[in-house]
């Protein structure tokens, strides 16, 4: 009865009870936390991802206009994080969308402000605008300032925003990507996809993965990667590449540059636009590209297969200013390595209304590299890469737009002001001229055959062969040519006098041309003079020697033989008494060999003579040896690589290039240099204890050297010996040390110092030999090797220094005993100050008890 | 599943991208984990933080959270001893954490210690035997010191450990590990790995490509290289691998018939890249082929 009254009324009650409480805690709709923003976006796809605040079903309705969204995209399954993909979709074509459940509602869209464009076919010519920010998620009002900037520029519609890494300050958290980036940026978002590249501030991988959707299976084009790290798309004519330069271009045999090879291989795009974080060429006080990583390794390992197939720009951000290159090519190494002459491919400035635009047409080769890591804040830097065109600290955001074969760059400031822009093009180059040039002036003589030896160079356009003809333009009598259409003939001539010769070429459309001058005599007549520029001889720097020439001649045509002495070769500067005289003195700045000619004129005809001089250093300035820094002290564990980096430095004579030769001194076991002949090296030691390690630099007639010692252990201790500098080798008198230790702050943080001679010419006194950094004198010129030891208690690391004291240079005893004498002067001064002082006393009634006492 | 996490710019943050879980629940909740313990990489001048949490262990008096932390922003501008002086003190201070080990491992690998780094690495799984980010930094040491083989079974524990996806760049690793062991159908079972779990991406096909040429398994080298070449849209330089394909195969005649495709396709090239320098090598190289016959 009870079981049956159960059934009856409590089962009804708490149906209603468990519906009534569904239906009022289950949401109608799901808030949005993170507006819609496009994905993935190719000519027939797209994906929209939006995130509610609870767990709702999945819909997105999209059509050609607002109001009439008459296809709906479902996902089933309950999530937050909603990401719906679109196909079937025609190329270049808006359309407006709305984002809700499937149950009906909707959350956001269905007006003018939600629609998304596909991108035009591969490879079509539609202008195209990409707008870029670097670093930009500070959620401050210079990133609001940037983001309204653009907003403002123009009426634009935005194809492309590609952002450069940290995109959401400090951590890249869930939290800093919705208040940093999707809420700062929705507004454009939901119309415009964005492409993401990971900064190092993207700390937590799976939230900058989750956060967007990117082709790692070539879902926009290109070749897939396998990875969301790193991927490409098509856009129009364009090919995006994306790196990853925080994880995957540190890896050993990396997958990125294989697969980025794999990718350009593949492309025929017009244009190719890549990015990352790190940029290639930045020497700022906080960023160094010649240092840090990840800005190095993607310069040595992506910028060559970039280049080798046609980059056209590249994007990166990391330091927070503004900086781009000129069009260059082919640089990989460090600052210091880059020149204007063998790495731009234009030097200009790239604007059409400025040195001209960049362009690309008839050479394929340059990129130009923009740092644009200014979208949410500036930091002063001391700056300065000379790959670099401009770098300016300054907020803003790049502005690119593409049409056909021009790309426009432009840098806006959060002001709204332009603050830099350049242009590239790829039109194919108009036709120029040939270059011509018919050889230097000769002097021949009637019925004799000469050479003629024209040169010819050419755009190759408007086609690679060229036609050639040679004629005379002037001359008493007539030339006759061995082929008049080839580029190198021959000519003789039937009468004495001075020809005009002209070598003309032309590409079917433009046509160039040069002259050349001959003179003939007639033969048996005038000869040139006859020149001997005297025995070769052997001199010293600064001294001067005579140069005995030589000259005959014929007398003809009867005016006076002029002369002319010259350097052709050699090292350094020549200085003659009398360049114009068959005999004259010279003297010679550098030591080297010297060729110098002499020639005699008689007017018409030229003869001439060489002669060489070898000019050698006088004794007194002799061969200094190379000046050896082993490098530091080292701790390693048994078979680990030890990397020796050692500096030498030397005075460049006799003249021939340093030889290097590593050895071990001492040490228990065996030792194994990577390259024993190399400045720098690595070895490896298998048998603990301590090593000493010689490095010898020779420069051919004297040896210096330097030691270290690489201590080598086995077991894992935490402690580590101080790791020791003694400073720079020194040429002075003057001992200021500058030395520096590191340690590890074991056993206690404690460490001690101690400076000591090893080995001179005389004695070293130091000014307090138990200080890091003191000064030191030396008792006579020559050379001194100072050894600094630091000790943390249990282990000690050392250094050793060498200090060469000129003759001439005071020594420390000769300034402690100049110190003297002026101190002793003083002190005679004061004395007799005193001395009258007393005697004025003295007649000073003041003073008179005194003394009477 | 295990906690994974990572210690240091290079080593570690690459292991983010190499290991990625089947399930989503299973990413999240490793990557989580995995970021607590990532390193603060200094953006600004490490200089400032390492201020700041100098400053913060005056206030706060000795934390192992905070020398690891700043220990990490030293190791990150390759401060190696100091990094080295943090670590050894945050462990001092928290002696149960074995974590510690693991940084110290990685620590060790930046600074080229390799051998060092595997004693410490050694340390860790003795309390965590397994886990597949030191077995990760083992095989990379491993592989350091140019001992193939035992890089090579370091890297095969860990992708046992792991159970789940990995991202491209392991398999490449693996492969080539053990293809300088020698064992190269070993190898090509990894990349037909990777190709199973993520796709016939590229960076594998071209791989296994080269390991079938060496193993003399021809046709199956000309279908991966198919694929590629159905998908690209330039054509020449996949063309030209064909062909290269099908000459150490023997088939000269085939050979030079695709030589002669990949010329034309060459040809057909807009004039921007037939003119680089990539496309006037290749265009050597075709000419050389296809005159020696």
Redesign the interface.
Known sequence: MQKEYFKAVFVPVISLLLLLTHLFTTPVYAALERQPYLQSVSDTRVVLRWRTTSSATSRVSYGPAVGNLNTNVDNSSSTTEHEVVITGLNPNTKYYYSVGSTSGTVEAGNNANYYFTTAPN?GSNRKIRIWAIG?PGTNSADQHNVRDAYYNLDNAETDVVLTLG?NAYDNGTDSEYTTNFFNVYKDLFRHAPVWATR???E?????H??AFTHPK??EAGG?????E?YYSFDYGNIHFVCL?S???A???????Y??LE??L??????WIIAFWHHPPYTRS??HDSDTE?GLKITREKANPILE???VDLQLGG?NHFYARTYLINNHYGKSNTFSLANHAIDAGDGRENGDGVYN??????GAVYVLAGSSGKV?NYNLGHPANYTEDIKLGSMVIDVQGDRMDVRMLRENGSIQDYFTIT?S?STNQAPQVNAGASQNAQTGAVINLDGTVSDDGLPTTTLTYSWSKVSGPGTVTFGNTSTVDTTASFSAAGSYVLQLQASDSLLSGSDSVTITVTDAGSNQPPVVDAGSNQNAETGVVINLNGTVSDDGLPGSALTYSWSRVSGPGTVAFGNASTVDTAASFSAAGSYVLQLQASDSLLTGSDIVTIIVTTPAGSQNQAPLVNAGVDQN??????V?LYATVTDDGMPGSSLTYSWSMVSGPGRVRFGNTSAEDTTVRISTPGSYVLRLEASDGALTGSDEITVNISDV?D?N?AP?VDAGPDLNAATGSLNASV?????PDGRLTYSWSLVSGTGNATFGDAGSLNTTVSFSAAGSYVLRLEASDGALSGSDEVTITVPEQANTGGDTATAAAAAAADVGLLISLLMVLLLRWFAGNRLLKPYHQA | MSSYRFLKPATATAFCAILVSVRKVRLFTFFLALSCSLPVLAHGPGDEQIRMITAQLEEQGDSPQLYAKRARIYQDNQHWQEAMSDFNKAAELDPDNVDYDLDRASLCYDAGEYQRSLDFVDLYLLRREGTAEALLIKAQSYLALEDYQRAAKSYESALSDAAGQFSPEYYVEFADTLTKTGDKRKALQVLQQGINQIGAISVFQVKAAELEVDLKLYDSALKRIDQILGQSQRKDIWLSRRADILASAGRDKEAQQVYQQAYSALQQLPQRLQNLQVSRELETALLARIDSQ
């Open positions: 591969t670093d940290d900064g190092n501030h700390k937590d991988l799976a939230v993965e989750t299976n070539a070749v897939a990667s396998g990875s790290l990853d925080f994880t995957s540190n890896l050993n045999g990396s997958a990125m294989t697969w794999n990718d291989a593949s492309t025929t795009q017009e006080s906080d990583a080798k197939y046609g990391h690309k047409g008839s050479n394929p080769e930091n790829k194919a390693a564990v048994t078979g680990a690589t990397l894992v935490p580590l790791q590191t340690d590890d702050g074991l």
